[in-house]
Each structure stands twice: as C-alpha cells, then as structure tokens.
C-alpha cells in the first residue's frame, strides 16, 4: 500500500485563523480524499481532490470553509479557514488503491484543537 | 436512515472467544465492503475487504457479505488483547466510502 505522510500531526490554533495541513503520497495517485472524525464519531468525507480540477465537495462542507490544493498526482493540502472550536477534529488524508481502486488507506492524521 | 450502520456496543469478549460485529447498509447499488481497524489515537487501518456474496477469511479474520440483506459482518476468531479496538465498516458507492460509526471490542485477559 502507498505510505501516506501527513503533516502537522497536531496543531492547537486560534479561533479566526487558518490551518494548512499538507500530505504526501509516495506514488501517484488519481484521487486523493479528505476526511474529517470528531471526537468520538467516525470519519466524514470533507471532499475529493483531483489533480489539475477543482476538488468536489460534500454536503456540508465549501469551498471557502475547507480550501483543497492538488498541484500534482502526490501531493494535496487542505486548509481549515477562519477556525472555531467546532473545528476542532482530526482531519485526514487517505487514497484508494487495490483492484477496484477503493480501498482505502490513510495517513496518521491531523489532531486540531481550535481554542 | 444511516447509510452504514453497525451495532452500537461496546463489545466486551474474554480472551480466546469469538467476537461477532455487525453492519447492514442503505445502498443496493454498493460494491465494495470493508473493515477498518481503529486503535485509540491512530488512524483506521484496512483489515478485510470484500466484493462477493459469502465468506472470504484472513487468519483470525471471517468478513461475511449478503448482498440481498445488505448485510456485512466480521468474526474475530481466538480474540486477542491487541484485538482491542473500534471497528469500522465502510462501504464503496461510486469511489466514495460512507462509515459506520464503529463498534468498540474490549478483549477481556
């Protein structure tokens, strides 16, 4: 399976500001996926990001909220806009590979307090 | 009506036993079944996956699939200490993966 690099691992920010957080992926991968688990739940999927088009979001979730770059086919960032402490979750990267594509595997993760 | 729904535990099973975990899901169309592992603070890890009716098994690991009952399960054979964790079911529609809410297994020593 691809190894997922996700950075920061943690972040405690302020209410108001922005959070950036980057991931890497060790080879190239069409679809790159962003998720959201607040304490305590599952995992939401915030949206999914293509290389060279603009990510698709989920109901729920916009484009001003949750900003997603994906310059290239190993690389995408989410950025956490304008944060309150609703905000605060682990966010994480994940791709989908196998023979159907689908199975997913994720980078260890983003835990953001906002305060 | 949830798209993945497990049953809710905590499943608390002595060490050797079998732990049983459920999933029943809205979407006919799905394809694709998974169980993900979740340990506290980590992030899920993929331990079955499944496409076809029946049983496909992986060691200790049994994932059970019904498509007409939209029905998916997980059997847990000769449980372990470190077996204790949330367990996820995850189902495919369209390259999109929709969550359970997990199913927390404490295995008891």
């Known amino acids: 399976s691809a190894v997922i690099s996700q950075k920061p691992s943690r972040d405690i920010c302020q209410r108001g500001t922005s959070l950036t957080i980057q991931c890497q992926v060790d080879s190239q991968v069409t679809m790159m996926f962003w998720y959201r688990q607040q304490p305590g739940q599952s995992l939401t999927l915030i949206a999914t990001a293509n290389q060279g088009s603009e990510a698709t979001y989920e109901s729920g979730f916009v484009i001003d909220k949750f900003p997603i770059s994906r310059p290239n086919l190993t690389f995408s960032t989410l950025t956490v806009s304008n944060m309150s402490p609703e905000d605060s979750s682990i966010y994480l990267c994940?791709?989908?590979?196998?023979?159907?594509?689908?199975?997913?595997?994720f980078g260890q993760g983003t835990r953001l307090t906002v305060v | 009506q949830k798209e993945v729904e497990q049953n809710s535990g905590p499943l608390s099973v002595p060490e050797g036993a079998i732990a049983s975990l459920n999933c029943t899901y809205s979407d006919r169309v799905s394809q694709s079944f998974f169980w993900y592992r979740q340990y506290s603070g980590k992030s899920p890890e993929l331990i079955m996956s499944?496409?076809?009716?029946g049983d496909k098994e992986d060691g200790r690991f049994t994932a059970q699939l019904n498509k007409a009952s939209q029905y998916v399960s997980l059997l847990i054979r000769d449980s372990q200490p470190s077996d204790s964790a949330t367990y996820l079911c995850a189902v495919e529609l369209e390259y999109k993966l929709s969550f359970g809410a997990g199913t927390t297994v404490t295995v008891r020593a």
């Open positions: 499944i496409y076809s009716n």
């Open positions: 994940s791709v989908q590979q196998g023979s159907m594509n689908t199975e997913a595997f």
